[in-house]
């Protein structure tokens, strides 16, 4: 009996190291940990953040993105998972539009 209970054990752990395993593949599975004072690693962290953010989606206009959140407050755990709308997008399209119609340099002509 103790050989049956120790196999199972091991095989349930095999497993969740597998499946744990294929699910970091997953090039939107990305973890948000620090928040920082500029686009840059090198700049200055301003926050660890406390809780677990990932990224696990992104919708095909790049305005919609879907996060899970989870946090722990003693031995009670919250998850949660959704869309939210942050317009980058939208931004970008806005930014490249105005890139265009911005008047060429005159000092790169030089």
């Given at each position: 009996?103790?050989?049956?209970?120790?196999a199972?054990?091991?095989?349930?752990?095999?497993?969740?190291?597998i499946?744990?395993?294929?699910?970091?593949?997953?090039?939107?599975?990305?973890?948000?940990?620090?928040?920082?004072?500029a686009?840059?690693?090198?700049?200055?962290?301003?926050?660890a953040?406390?809780?677990?953010?990932?990224?696990?989606?992104?919708?095909?206009?790049?305005?919609?993105?879907?996060?899970?959140?989870?946090?722990w407050?003693?031995?009670?755990?919250?998850?949660?998972?959704?869309?939210?709308?942050?317009?980058?997008?939208?931004?970008?399209?806005?930014?490249?539009?105005?890139?265009?119609?911005?008047?060429?340099?005159?000092?790169?002509?030089?």
């Open positions: 009996m103790k050989k049956a209970l120790f199972l054990l091991v095989l349930v752990i095999m497993t969740g190291a499946f744990a395993d294929t699910t970091a593949k997953d090039p939107y599975d990305l973890q948000i940990k620090r928040l920082y004072s686009p840059d690693q090198e700049s200055n962290e301003i926050l953040i406390p809780i677990e953010v990932k990224l696990l989606d992104i919708s095909a206009d790049g305005n919609w993105y879907k996060v899970k959140i989870a946090y407050i003693g031995p009670l755990s919250y998850t949660y998972v959704g869309w939210t709308e942050i317009p980058v997008g939208q931004a970008l399209a806005e930014r490249a539009s105005k890139l265009a119609k911005a008047p060429p340099d005159k000092t790169s002509e030089e």
